[in-house]
């Protein structure tokens, strides 16, 4: 018997509302929060309609930590679960903290003014969190969450210590819009157009961002999928997984783009509407990018039409256990866009990310997933985690296979 409380109705807080819902055993009371009361409404209507549970909707400035405590006492949650936008983040922290209550997230916090992510901001309440007793689990979506469950579960079933990681992230679907993000455009862009990051023997190596020249990519032949060109990015998931496997000699991220993607990602630079600097327009200021979200589809919408597959997964090199052989191997999972329409009216990067911090926030209430402070997802038992996952939708198939070659 356990209440949560989602914050962020968009496209991910939707599939999470869903799934709590769902999981009406675990999740006996339900409330679900944002900004405007709109996409929350809309959601409890479908899940009323669907699963036949009744949530309640609320809103709330989540930029404003007063705003989030003043809901947090009013709905008594054992835990929230935050869905909303990484600038979010300290602030529903410091309502967690404030009031006693276990927190989710799925992406670190950046602040707002400039595009730049990473969780020293976060891990600075490490002692905070642990001296109130309760859990902050950070970065619980896909990549990062299930990525860095997978690395662990590698590493636990398999290895003694790994060497060489490739995460690798592979949308083969399409929709019916010219251009269009999977996940919020703005955090989106503002991750996809950064200067690119791989570790290194104990360095982090610089390379251009996917959309200029020189920016490293190679075609990689994707379970399902097929053959699909991925490029070299930096992903957060990085930062705290060398911290935690410092056996690991070499990490990379690759994510597929397409040429059109790349085209409207230069455009977009080229003419400044990426920008997320304020200009004056017309006498008031106004920051471009924002209104470029306001322009782009949303990614909700998208889900209708969408067809085909995500194929998300990490290949893993180490040695064995118990032996001194090197040894590789790739663990997966394929997530269908139009079977998650059918599930839950939403599309795969909304299901794969969306889906995890409810198992998560599970894993946090039912004990297999214990301690105070702030945690992210490779430090806690990825297999009570994995099979759960598993029978909520995202299922995983280890192989073994080669490495990929250190040059590429
Ligand atoms: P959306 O933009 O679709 O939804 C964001 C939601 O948060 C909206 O309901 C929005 O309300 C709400 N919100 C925004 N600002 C506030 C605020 N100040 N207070 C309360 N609510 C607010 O984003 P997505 O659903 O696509 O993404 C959600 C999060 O998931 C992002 O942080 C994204 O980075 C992360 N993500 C993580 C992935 C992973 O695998 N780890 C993968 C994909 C996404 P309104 O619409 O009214 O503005």
């Not at 209507?45 to 405590?69: P, Q, Y």
């Not at 909303?84 to 003014?113: F, G, R, W």
């Not at 860095?148 to 490739?166: E, G, Q, R």
Request: glycine share 6%; aromatic share 10%.
């Amino acid at each position: 018997m356990s209440t949560v409380l989602i914050i962020g109705a968009g496209g991910v807080g939707s599939v999470t509302a869903h799934k709590c819902a769902i999981n009406k055993k675990v999740f006996t009371k339900i409330h679900l929060a944002s900004r405007t009361i709109g996409k929350p409404n809309a959601i409890k209507k479908d899940i009323k309609k669907r699963w036949g549970v009744d949530i309640s909707t609320h809103t709330v400035d989540a930029d404003h930590a007063k705003e989030v405590i003043a809901l947090i006492k009013k709905t008594k949650p054992d835990i929230v679960i935050n869905v909303a936008l990484p600038y979010q983040d300290l602030a529903i922290m410091d309502a967690c903290l404030a009031t006693h209550v276990h927190y989710v997230d799925m992406a670190n916090y950046e602040p707002k003014d400039e595009a730049h992510f990473e969780y020293s901001w976060q891990w600075a309440y490490q002692s905070r969190f642990k001296k109130a007793g309760i859990m902050a689990v950070l970065g619980a979506g896909f990549d990062p969450g299930v990525t860095n469950a997978y690395i662990a579960y590698l590493n636990k079933k398999y290895f003694d210590s790994i060497t060489y990681v490739d995460i690798l992230d592979a949308n083969a679907g399409s929709h019916d819009k010219s251009f269009a993000t999977n996940f919020n455009p703005e955090i989106n862009i503002r991750e996809v157009t950064q200067e690119v990051k791989h570790w290194n023997k104990g360095k982090w190596m610089k390379t251009p961002p996917v959309m200029h020249e020189g920016s490293v990519h190679f075609t990689f032949d994707y379970p399902v999928a097929g053959p699909r060109e991925s490029y070299l990015l930096f992903h957060e998931e990085m930062e705290s997984l060398v911290k935690h496997f410092p056996s690991v000699e070499r990490m990379r991220f690759w994510m597929t783009f397409g040429q059109n993607y790349l085209t409207h990602l230069r455009v977009m630079e080229s003419i400044g509407i990426s920008r997320i600097d304020p200009i004056d327009f017309k006498g008031q200021k106004i920051v471009p990018m924002e209104f470029l979200k306001a322009l782009l589809p949303d990614p909700a919408s998208l889900a209708k039409k969408y067809t085909g597959k995500t194929v998300i997964g990490c290949i893993v090199t180490g040695k064995e256990k118990g032996g001194r052989r090197e040894k590789t191997k790739y663990i997966y999972n394929v997530c269908d866009h139009a079977k998650c329409f059918k599930e839950v009216g939403s599309q795969a990067i909304s299901y794969t990310a969306g889906v995890p911090p409810v198992i998560a926030a599970m894993m946090v209430l039912q004990g297999a997933w214990k301690g105070a402070g702030v945690f992210n997802v490779e430090q806690l038992d990825p297999e009570p985690f994995l099979k759960t996952l598993a029978k909520n939708g995202l299922t995983f198939t280890v192989v073994d296979r080669k490495p990929l070659p250190a040059k590429l």
